[in-house]
Nanobody, 123 residues
Framework: QVQLVESGGGLVQAGGSLRLSCAAS????????MGWFRQAPGKEREFVAA????????SYADSVKGRFTISRDNAKNTVYLQMNSLKPEDTGVYYC????????????????WGQGTQVTVSS
């Protein structure tokens, strides 16, 4: 069992930066690959980034490549999403999730979800 709590969201101007954190409880955290998703108003939830259990491999949606960086600290049971050069289209609720399957960009492959944190980017 893994419980996830996101934090770090807020209001930022276009071009700015935010760092999201996802704190996990449960000793199984370090065995899970982790992902970040986001959902804009009126749109479906979409994949943003993922990281393997060891942190050795990462994946990104094309829309965030070169701007966002996912990382993790297994000693702190935390996964991060550093977001730079933010754009208004990055606005949405950001969720972290623990992967049970293999397809990192597929929502149904994830087992546990946080409650989300709001990110708003003004133009």
């Amino acid at each position: 069992q893994v419980q996830l709590v996101e934090s770090g969201g807020g209001l930022v101007q276009a071009g700015g930066s935010l760092r999201l954190s996802c704190a996990a409880s449960g000793r199984a955290f370090s065995s899970y690959a982790m992902g970040w998703f986001r959902q804009a108003p009126g749109k479906e939830r979409e994949f943003v980034a993922a990281i393997t259990w060891s942190g050795g491999r990462t994946s990104y949606a094309d829309s965030v490549k070169g701007r966002f960086t996912i990382s993790r600290d297994n000693a702190k049971n935390t996964v991060y999403l550093q977001m730079n050069s933010l754009k208004p289209e990055d606005t949405g609720v950001y969720y972290c999730a623990a992967l049970k399957g293999v397809r990192v960009d597929v929502i149904s492959e994830y087992d546990y979800w946080g409650q989300g944190t709001q990110v708003t980017v003004s133009s």
